[in-house]
C-alpha cells in the first residue's frame, strides 16, 4: 500500500514561490503517475498539474499554466510541484495523488487516481 506525504506548503505574498513535495513510502512512484489538485471550503477538488510515470509528458490547467513546474525525481521517490508568481486565488489545500502507470482516463480525473496524500495548506496573502 503506498502512503504519500505531500508537504511544503505555507503562508507567503503575492508573487512569492512555494515548492510542494509528494514523497511516498511503502512503495515506489517511479511506475506511477502523480498528480496534483488543490481544494478550498466549499469547491470541488480541482486539477492543478500531472506527470507521467516516465516524466515524459506533463499536464497543467490553464490558470496555473507558466507560472507552476511538475516535476518528479524517482532516485529519491518524490514528486514536486514548483509554485512562481503566486497569487492570492492559489490559497487551498493540496493534495498530491498517484495512479497505475497502465491507467488510460484523463491525468486530471481525480477518478483516475488510487492514493492521495492528506494535503498541505498553501495561503497566498495580498
Known amino acids: 500500500q503506498v502512503q504519500l506525504i505531500d508537504s511544503g506548503g505555507g503562508l507567503v505574498q503575492a508573487g512569492g514561490s512555494l515548492r510542494l513535495s509528494c514523497a511516498a513510502s511503502g512503495g515506489t512512484l517511479s511506475n506511477r503517475g502523480v498528480g496534483w489538485f488543490r481544494q478550498v471550503p466549499g469547491k470541488e477538488r480541482e486539477f492543478v498539474a500531472a506527470?507521467?510515470?516516465?516524466?515524459?509528458?506533463?499536464y497543467y490547467a490553464d490558470s496555473v499554466k507558466g507560472r507552476f513546474t511538475i516535476s518528479r525525481d524517482n532516485a529519491k521517490n518524490t514528486v514536486y510541484l514548483q509554485m512562481n508568481s503566486l497569487k492570492p486565488e492559489d490559497t487551498a489545500v493540496y493534495y498530491c495523488?498517484?495512479?497505475?502507470?497502465?491507467?488510460?482516463?484523463?491525468?486530471?480525473?481525480?477518478?483516475?487516481?488510487?492514493?492521495w496524500g492528506q494535503g498541505t495548506q498553501v495561503t497566498v496573502s495580498s
Open positions: 495523488a498517484a495512479r497505475s502507470r497502465y491507467s488510460s482516463g484523463s491525468d486530471s480525473y481525480r477518478s483516475q487516481y488510487d492514493f
Open positions: 506527470i507521467r510515470w516516465s516524466g515524459a509528458n506533463t
